[in-house]
């Protein structure tokens, strides 16, 4: 299995495109989805409130109260559910055009092909790292297309993929503490670890976003030189 990719001379499948229209797609449904972990994390500090209360006895288990809480958590978890879809679509989307767009610019001997900047996301284990290098290269290859190599990575990408391996890790310690909830100390646990994954989650929008407009503005901004040098 190679993330190679071929280095022909960019033809009509390498053309460039405006990345703009697709960006504000991405960045708009991102921060919807940032509005949404944001209601989560303060209905999951609600809901830890009043598991902390039932648990000291200030407050009685009422059925009713409960039922309520359990319905509003669930309404929100199928939002954020839709948001994670609509939203990972767009951006694998926009990953894929990336790719693309920078191959365009001029940039040759790239390791990753469009198509595995998006498949490394999928494959277990490796997708710990290899989206990261995927990234790491479009953003090297779109500032300086001619010499993308010693272009340094800025910092933005390193916090990005961080807050990426820590939403991913506490996203799946709250579905599992979720899944195995067994009293009121189990499920004041899944419930504090659950509010911190919707905290990650909304420090990921935020970075995506970030680093969305990033690599699109360099783009761009490749994109009109080039457009001078041809006409001079």
């Given at each position: 299995m190679s993330d190679t990719a071929a280095t022909a001379a960019p033809g009509p499948s390498h053309a460039f495109r405006d990345p703009a229209l697709l960006t504000q797609w991405v960045t708009g449904l991102f921060a919807v989805a940032l509005v949404i972990d944001f209601v989560a994390t303060v209905s999951g500090l609600l809901e830890f409130h009043l598991l902390t209360a039932i648990a000291d006895?200030?407050?009685?288990?009422?059925?009713?109260v409960l039922t309520a809480n359990d319905k509003r958590q669930q309404l929100i978890g199928l939002g954020q559910l839709a948001?994670?879809?609509?939203?990972?679509?767009?951006y694998l989307i926009w990953v894929y055009r990336a790719n693309k767009n920078a191959r365009a610019l001029g940039a040759r001997d790239m390791r990753f092909s469009a198509g595995w900047a998006v498949g490394w996301y999928f494959v277990p284990i490796a997708c710990l790292w290899k989206p990261f290098q995927a990234m790491r290269e479009t953003f090297q290859a779109s500032s300086m297309p001619g010499a993308w190599t010693g272009v340094a990575t800025p910092p933005l990408l390193g916090w990005w993929w961080a807050t990426f391996i820590l939403s991913l890790v506490l996203s799946q310690a709250a579905y599992r503490l979720g899944q195995a909830i067994e009293g009121l100390d189990s499920a004041m646990l899944a419930s504090a670890v659950t509010t911190a994954s919707d905290i990650a989650g909304m420090a990921l929008d935020v970075a995506t976003i970030l680093v969305v407009r990033r690599i699109a503005g360099v783009q761009l901004e490749q994109a009109k030189l080039s457009t001078l040098a041809q006409a001079f």
């Open positions: 006895g200030t407050v009685e288990a009422d059925l009713d948001l994670f879809v609509l939203s990972g679509i767009a």
